[in-house]
């Protein structure tokens, strides 16, 4: 066991928290932890904290964004005066840098603050991203706009170029878009001291702000420095199904950045990470169990929205099915584990299964996923595609048939 990383010790110790020698599922789910290789519910071990946080990051992420809706809310309840003298202020830091953590409810009502992430942004939008567990940074990305990235891995000094399509959520170009958010905020939150500064705080709907879609009731808790309008604190909270937790910014520094934190450059002794196992293949098959699953309980229809969020995706099934709330979810496909009803196996799949929908669309570059038009009544239509290492497109089609395509062909397809 000495020879165990700390992730598969993490899974170990998962899975045996309910081992039974007289349950299947869950010897099953012991047998399987070790080369768990899709997103898992979220557990309490650093490990499994850190995917979720992580995930989190995806949502949430960037910084940019967050700063662009402090200056959408100043634009439309202060005086132009004062959102003038915001936006110059973050133009004039030319940069920042901040702490994401994790908050979770403590005993007494206090809170228990988790370090997740540190976060570096440059004017050019220019983005560094440090996962961060027990202390120690075991994930790097940068991302620069228009460019490849690149990811670095410490613990195995391993790395891998990111493509410059693959798919980000928030970026520099949101200046433009969220510097025009004519909403307001939904409530205020007065005027209090964090760290020594006096702050003023607002409350805004997330979807508000960003046009796009989060999970659940997702919000935006800002709190600026009354003399110099820049961020203090931003909590984001909602974006995690049934879990009251806050990912929280803090400890802005404002300023340049270091141009070294942005390098691409591959540090001497890292290797090429090694690509998944996970065939193209297998990927398809546990999608359209998934999204099979997800059409059968909810009327032919998929997910209707743009970017599948595992976990609230996976909770909607849950709605769906009238599953329970203790229900085993996350599990991915094997059709060797018996479950007690055919329904208990549904939902533990396909939960999965919608999970790597959300894999497909961080990782592999032009995913597009078209639930919110395609059902399973239109069987000639792209439902979801992503490119493939070899150039062309696997593209799944709303009666969840399977091809790949060249981008010439993909482009017929999706006219129609």
Known sequence: ???????????????????????????????????????????????????????????????????????????????????????????????????????????????????????????????????????KVREIEIHRPGRSGLKLLPDAKEFKVLDESISREFSFGLFGQLSQYKGRAESRLGAKEIRGCKVNGFVIPWSSLTGREAPGNAKLSIWLDSSTSLPVRVDCTGFVPNQAGVVRLENFQWGVQDAKLFDTSIPPGYAPAPKSDVTDEQITEYVVYGLSVFAKYNNGKYPAVKYVYGDEQGEALRSLMGMDPKAQGWVKL????????????????????????????????????HGRTVTSKDAEKVLLRWRRDDGRYRVIFGDLRASDESAERLKELEAK
């Not at 992580?54 to 200056?71: C, F, K």
């Not at 003038?84 to 009502?109: E, N, R, V, W």
């Open 1 to 135: 066991m000495n020879d165990l990383t700390p992730g598969e010790l993490d899974r170990l110790e998962s899975a045996h928290e309910t081992f039974s020698p007289k349950n299947g599922v869950a010897k099953a789910r012991l047998l399987e932890a070790l080369t768990a290789d899709v997103p898992r519910h979220p557990r309490s071990q650093w490990k499994a904290r850190f995917e979720a946080m992580r995930g989190n990051r995806i949502q949430i992420a960037m910084a940019a964004a967050l700063v662009m809706a402090v200056v959408g809310v100043w634009q439309s309840t202060s005086p132009r005066s004062l959102f003038g003298a915001t936006l110059q202020a973050m133009i004039d830091a030319k940069g920042y840098s901040c702490d994401m953590f994790d908050i979770a409810p403590g005993d007494g009502g206090d809170e228990n603050a988790t370090l997740g992430s540190r976060v570096f942004w440059a004017l050019n939008g220019d983005e560094r991203i440090e996962g961060i567990a027990l202390g």
């Open 334 to 369: 094997d059709k060797k584990i018996v479950w007690k009803t055919p329904k208990e196996g549904e939902f533990a799949h396909g939960t999965s299964g919608l999970s790597w929908i959300n894999g497909l669309q961080r990782e592999h570059p032009e995913c597009v996923y």
